[in-house]
């Protein structure tokens, strides 16, 4: 694919500051989730792959798969994620430019902080410094997921660490993101997220909801409801903020096109299928592992990983007793052994990825030639910041912090779920 017209103008405005500092000579097009939010939103009826990187073959295939669809995207990790995996919040940028730049890579790409994850009050602190760091290290969007914590909690901690976020990086929040399988999110929550932030004049690009998703492997087919998300976006319409689909492994195609066409989502979070491709793991049309009658992977021959590896990863998952749910534990000790098999081994392991997200991001997502569109609003506005898409309507003064947990007591409450960060 060509490089999109304004591409060399949109690569020296575009580039947030923090990029230009780390890669001043880099001809990578690194931008603000913001940007990538503006392009589905310009397309109508479109969002994009989160691609959460779990290694680097999936960095490969993710990137290669978004130039040839001539699309925007995005490249993430969770907080979590980093604690078993060798990418983290603070290389990931790093991987991103270097392969950008190997491969050609032209379309638009942000560094998205997927579920920095705060359970309870007290982390609060540590993330004053947490979030500066990360994007020292290059990230461009952030999500503050503080939804363990009750809704009150959630929003006072939202606003003490909205300061530390950049002005023009993409920023998103959660509302009941997995709080367990009871218990979904209501616009009620929602809207009681939002208007806090809203009064403080915080405008959130995204939120996430507990919609039905459930992070891994799915094991069964009930998946995201859409009405309930198509409900909670039309309660939030007045405020300009986009939807954050999460856990959209293993979720039927035509569920995951009516997101795209029927909700306000621009962001369709994708992990556990990407890591099992890369690996050469058989999965459904839908992304999700296909168990034999032992419960235990299939793993196909000309796919992935080569035999002798596999056969390496399973010994240890099972002298760990890891279930095929915690087969997310090998990424760390394996990721050199998969950097050091041969070249095909290497290549088809991308491949595998890149056929998989590139019918994503064409046939389902609506996320095709957004590239352009991503560019263009670059150009449009002469800058990296794209500026909010709200202003401030609700009252700040019935928004204090006394105001917020007197309001909180009305809504439902639900019991704080054991579920985790990753999808």
Same mark, same amino acid.
């Given at each position: ?6 591409? $060399? ?16 000579? $880099? ?21 994009? *792959? ?9 960095? #490969? ?26 990418? &983290? ?9 270097? *392969? ?12 998205? @902080? ?28 952030? @999500?503050?997921?503080? /939804? ?10 939202? !606003?003490?660490?909205?300061?530390? !976020?950049? &002005? ?18 209501? %616009? ?5 997220? *939002? #208007? ?5 004049? *915080? ?18 087919? $009930? ?21 954050? =689909? ?17 909700? #306000? ?5 994708? @992990? ?25 992977? !299939?793993?196909? %021959? ?15 998952? =099972? ?13 760390? %000790? ?48 002469? $800058?990296?910041?794209?500026? %909010? ?18 309001? /909180? ?15």
């Amino acid at each position: 694919m060509a490089k999109a017209k304004g591409f $060399s103008k949109a690569l020296d405005m575009g580039r947030p500051p923090n990029v230009v500092k780390l890669f001043p000579n $880099s001809r990578a097009l690194i931008v603000s989730g913001k940007v990538i939010d503006r392009a589905m939103i310009k397309k109508g009826k479109a969002m994009t *792959i989160a691609a959460n990187a779990r290694n680097t073959t999936v960095i #490969r295939g993710v990137l290669t798969a978004a130039q040839r669809a001539n699309a925007a995207v995005i490249l993430e990790i969770a907080k979590s994620e980093a604690t078993y995996c060798h990418i &983290s919040m603070w290389n990931l940028a790093r991987y991103a430019d270097t *392969i950008c730049n190997e491969l050609g890579i032209t379309v638009p790409v942000a560094i998205h @902080a997927d579920h920095f994850g705060l359970k309870k009050q007290p982390e609060v602190g540590k993330a004053r410094t947490d979030i500066p760091s990360m994007f020292d290290a290059g990230i461009t969007s952030i @999500a503050i997921d503080a /939804s363990h914590m009750v809704d009150e909690e959630n929003l006072l901690a939202n !606003i003490e660490l909205s300061s530390y !976020i950049p &002005s023009w990086a993409g920023y998103e929040t959660e509302v009941g993101e997995i709080k367990g399988k009871e218990g979904l999110s209501t %616009p009620e929550e929602a809207l009681f997220l *939002i #208007r806090g932030l809203n009064a403080n004049g *915080i405008f959130p690009d995204w939120i996430a909801l507990n919609n039905g998703t459930t992070h891994g492997i799915e094991a069964s087919d $009930s998946g995201i409801d859409v009405e309930l998300t198509k409900r909670i976006h039309e309660a939030l319409a007045g405020y300009g903020i986009s939807g954050a =689909q999460h856990g959209t492994s293993g979720n039927h195609y035509e569920r995951l096109k009516r997101i795209a066409t029927e909700t #306000r989502t621009t962001k369709a979070n994708v @992990a556990t299928a990407l890591q099992m491709l890369s690996w050469g793991v058989k999965v459904n049309e839908f992304g999700n592992a296909v168990l034999d009658e032992q419960k235990s992977f !299939i793993k196909l %021959p000309d796919a992935g990983v080569s035999e002798e590896l596999w056969a390496e990863m399973v010994a240890y998952a =099972q002298g760990k007793s890891l279930k095929a749910g915690d087969y997310k534990n090998l990424n760390l %000790p394996f990721e050199n052994k998969l950097l050091a098999q041969p070249r095909e081994i290497r290549e088809r392991m991308a491949k595998g990825v890149e056929d998989f997200v590139y019918e994503l991001l064409v046939k389902w997502f609506n996320a095709a030639d957004t590239a352009p569109l991503a560019i263009e609003a670059i150009l449009e506005k002469g $800058s990296h910041d794209m500026g %909010p898409k709200a202003s401030r309507i609700e009252d700040p003064a019935a928004w204090t912090k006394e105001r917020i947990a007197l309001a /909180s007591k009305n809504l439902q409450k639900k019991e704080a779920g054991t579920g985790n960060f990753d999808d």
